[in-house]
T-cell receptor, first 109, second 117 residues
């Protein structure tokens, strides 16, 4: 069974801090989505990556295929970054998503 | 980026009634749409995969006769919760994929919150 594990489950930080959220996944996952879910429930896909590194604004996502590990970094964090961040693995072959449990991030002004 | 809409955004209904949720891709054609369910403080769970013009593929444990999915066009998929019961109260989210290429990005709808009284 494909699995995706995230850490930490909850993270509270001061505005401006550098944030790292980690995701480990099992064999059978070919790529990863990083998703952001706001309190209202809507989900935004931040990145999809199968190798290397991607950057968008203050967000950076990296993936190490050998170690089956991905990280999402937020630089110069801001209260509006407060949300649940979800790592979702794309299952090789059927492309279904296996979701991590999410990391609830709270940025304090 | 690609936009996916859902309607309604929330619905309250009485037990025993049926509820239809629409998922539309607004600016692209979606060959595949996915329906997810999320209970409070839990992760999303895939319910079914829907391809345009064919029957949906349901995940294990999801009753196909209770959760009817119709993907009639490349821009619209509907999920009908038949004879809804309080335990069906949940947050339902759809996503759409633009093509059949592997590892194509999924675009998520804003979700529909269902409360069954």
């Amino acid at each position: 069974k494909n699995e995706v594990e995230q850490s930490p489950q909850n993270l509270t930080a001061q505005e401006g801090e550098f944030i790292t959220i980690n995701c480990s996944y099992s064999v059978g996952i070919s790529a990863l989505h990083w998703l952001q879910q706001h309190p209202g429930g809507g989900i935004v896909s931040l990145f999809m990556l199968s190798s290397g590194k991607k950057k968008h604004g203050r967000l950076i996502a990296t993936i190490n295929i050998q170690e089956k590990h991905s990280s999402l970094h937020i630089t110069a964090s801001h209260p509006r970054d407060s949300a649940v961040y979800i790592c979702a693995g794309i299952n090789f072959g059927n492309e279904k998503l296996t979701f991590g449990t999410g990391t609830r991030l709270t940025i304090i002004p | 980026g690609a936009v996916v809409s859902q309607h309604p955004s929330w619905v309250i209904c009485k037990s025993g009634t049926s509820v239809k949720i629409e998922c539309r891709s607004l600016d692209f054609q979606a060959t595949t749409m996915f329906w997810y369910r999320q209970f409070p403080k839990q992760s999303l769970m895939l319910m079914a995969t829907s391809n345009e013009g064919s029957k949906a593929t349901y995940e294990q444990g999801v009753e196909k006769d209770k959760f009817l999915i119709n993907h009639a066009s490349l821009t619209l998929s509907t999920l009908t919760v038949t004879s809804a019961h309080p335990e069906d109260s949940s947050f339902y989210i759809c996503s759409a994929r633009t093509s059949g290429r592997l590892q194509e990005t999924q675009y998520f709808g804003p979700g529909t919150r269902l409360l069954v009284l």
